[in-house]
């Protein structure tokens, strides 16, 4: 997390608008015509996990879209099904994967080997939230 304090990496996850389905989605805000997507589809649970920038470190776009590529084939390896995402900034962006029907301590997990700072996490009707890693 070089150079950034925990409650400036929070504001900026605030912030972020995280993209899936064609839809936006904001953490702590409900969004009724994702979940009836999410309904159609059979997913319980879910999480928007990227593998991008590590411990909240920028990399450049090439390292990012190898550890894109890297998450892909782990989700792939451990059976969930994705779905392209994205979170969004006011000047920055990062490819993430939606992820199915995966529990808090398995999305937890893939985040972790990620070296990721937080993820964000949803029960389907529930408001999507932030679950920080402890990277």
């Known amino acids: ?34 979940d009836k997507i999410l309904v159609e589809r059979g997913v319980r ?24 590529r890297h998450l892909s084939r782990e989700l792939a390896e451990r059976q969930f099904y994705c779905h392209p995402a994205e979170g969004r900034g006011k000047d920055w962006s990062e490819d993430s ?11 937890l997990y893939v985040a972790r080997v990620g070296q990721q700072v937080a993820f964000v996490y949803g029960v389907t009707g529930e408001a999507p939230e932030l679950i920080y890693v402890g990277v």
């Open 45 to 68: 649970s879910w999480a928007i996990i990227t593998w991008s920038n590590p411990k909240a470190e920028k990399k450049d776009e090439i390292f990012n879209e190898m550890m894109h």
């Open 97 to 107: 994967f939606l992820v199915s029907n995966i529990s808090k301590g398995e999305a």
């Open 1 to 34: 997390m070089k150079g950034w304090s925990l409650e400036t990496l929070h504001d900026i996850y605030m912030n972020t608008e995280f993209v899936a389905y064609d839809h936006i989605l904001k953490i702590g805000e409900s969004n009724p015509e994702f």
